[in-house]
């Protein structure tokens, strides 16, 4: 099916409504885009994942939608360890800790100093609206460096780019927005900051090359001094061994110069922090997003948990709605009874007898590793699935929410039927954008992930 005969079908596509204007660019348009462009950033030759030529169109509602879920979900997270476990060491240690109470004090004094940082929900668009599956919280989560590309798509679009519609399409550049919000949170939260500020990346691995982690930093760089000189201020981006950082009677400080942010871009990374930086944090030296409270708040278990509190009345009217509205029923994955729809039933006979309703996955996974979707795996898989969850530690159970097909097109140029995964960005009270990650209906096994396979896509806004 080619774009121009799509409005003619009742089906919807990422064009929204917006086909007339796209259509005449179909027969030259290529499906993906290529990464070794010019306009290209040298960090993003050669992009891993292929990146849709065409864009998703969306209307200020429902920008409107994606941004309330992405700034207040976050905020109601963070409230969890006081609504749900009232800030009870021992609790919090037994449900996210394996019973450390020691580790729990440090998590909570770290939590208690109300950093804001970075989230990304995951959402799939059903037949009931946008459902949220996930709640990726700090500064590893990825889906941002797809906004490199948005220039080579304007290009591509006559609708994008002439001077006379270009304005009718808005988008949030989450790179920028992101650089913004740093550099403001890092001024609110050190009281030492004069004239500089100076940024620690930590996770740019040797396995990246030389020169590749030469042009991250660069790249990143680039964004962080124009952000500065916004401010009058100057700095500059280092990256290297988190050993490397000492706390001095100046500050945090790597070798003569002070660091006031630490940016920890590997999920990996977070258990080796070092006491000088966990010391500067807390003596408000540094702006540390990734502290020890993250992994706490980035707990898929969580979604089951603000659930919890909704339906027990401890959320007000409006965030009891939203809550109940996009987050599907989600629960810590245990033996015995649990209540579902209001009423005790066994899990395991829950899952066994309704294998096409439920998705099992880790409570602390990323990637779509091992996530299993009962409505595309064999009796026997799910079983298993279901053996292996019961038997190890944090899995979640969660209703499964299925995307509507979306119109997209695919490797051939044929606009097909395609699943929807959106990433919708928040940077504490500021919406940052939206992305998403298309798969073609006919391989799809439920689990849509740039890593599995899916097809990253740019999203404008049609005002």
Not at 268 to 287: C, G, H, Q, S, T
Not at 328 to 346: C, L, M, S, V
Request: proline share 4%; with cysteine; glycine share 6%.
């Amino acid at each position: 099916m080619k774009v121009n005969e799509i409005q003619q079908q009742n089906t919807i596509s990422i064009l929204s409504d917006k086909h007339s204007l796209f259509a005449e660019q179909a027969p030259d348009c290529p499906a993906w885009i290529d990464t070794r462009h010019e306009k290209v950033p040298k960090v993003f030759k050669d992009y891993e994942y292929p990146v849709s030529s065409w864009p998703v169109i969306i209307d200020a509602k429902t920008a409107e939608t994606l941004s309330h879920m992405s700034v207040r979900l976050p905020q109601l997270i963070a409230q969890i360890p006081e609504l749900y476990f009232g800030n009870d060491v021992k609790k919090i240690a037994d449900y996210y800790l394996n019973g450390n109470e020691m580790l729990a004090e440090f998590v909570l004094l770290c939590h208690n100093k109300h950093i804001e940082g970075g989230c990304r929900l995951d959402l799939t668009y059903t037949t009931d609206g946008f459902k949220v599956l996930e709640a990726n919280i700090g500064s590893s989560i990825g889906g941002w460096q797809v906004q490199s590309f948005e220039s080579i798509i304007r290009e591509l679009h006559a609708p994008l780019s002439n001077p006379d519609t270009a304005h009718h399409f808005r988008i949030k550049n989450t790179q920028l927005i992101y650089v913004e919000f740093l550099v403001k949170k890092i001024v609110e939260y050190v009281p030492a900051i004069d004239k500089e500020v100076n940024v620690f990346l930590v996770g740019l691995t040797n396995e990246l090359g030389e020169q590749a982690m030469k042009d991250s930093i660069a790249f990143f760089n680039d964004m962080l001094v124009a952000e500065l000189a916004k401010r009058n201020l100057t700095g500059q981006t280092y990256s290297g061994n988190i050993a490397g950082l000492k706390l001095t009677a100046h500050g945090l400080r790597l070798d003569e110069v002070d660091i006031h942010s630490v940016i920890i871009l590997n999920l990996n990374a977070r258990e080796m922090v070092p006491p000088d930086l966990f010391r500067a944090f807390v003596m408000d030296k540094i702006y540390l997003p990734d502290h020890l409270g993250i992994p706490m708040l980035g707990d898929k278990r969580n979604l089951g948990l603000l659930r919890e509190l909704a339906e027990k009345g401890v959320l007000n009217s409006e965030d009891t709605e939203l809550v109940m509205d996009c987050i599907p029923w989600t629960a810590t994955f245990r033996k015995g009874e649990i209540i579902y729809n209001g009423q005790k039933t066994d899990l395991i006979s829950l899952l066994e007898k309704n294998k096409d309703q439920f998705v099992v996955k880790p409570a602390n996974g990323f990637r779509g590793t091992d996530v299993f979707v009962g409505k595309y795996l064999s009796d026997e898989i799910w079983k298993n699935a279901i053996y292996n969850a019961a038997t190890e530690n944090e899995y979640i159970v969660q209703e499964f929410c299925d995307s509507v097909d979306f119109l997209a097109p695919n490797a051939e140029k044929d606009w097909t039927p395609h699943k929807l995964i959106w990433g919708s960005f928040g940077y504490g009270d500021t919406y940052g954008g939206v992305w998403v990650r298309q798969s073609s209906t006919k391989t799809d096994t439920g689990v849509i992930n740039s890593a599995t396979g899916a097809v990253e896509a740019i999203v404008y806004e049609s005002i």
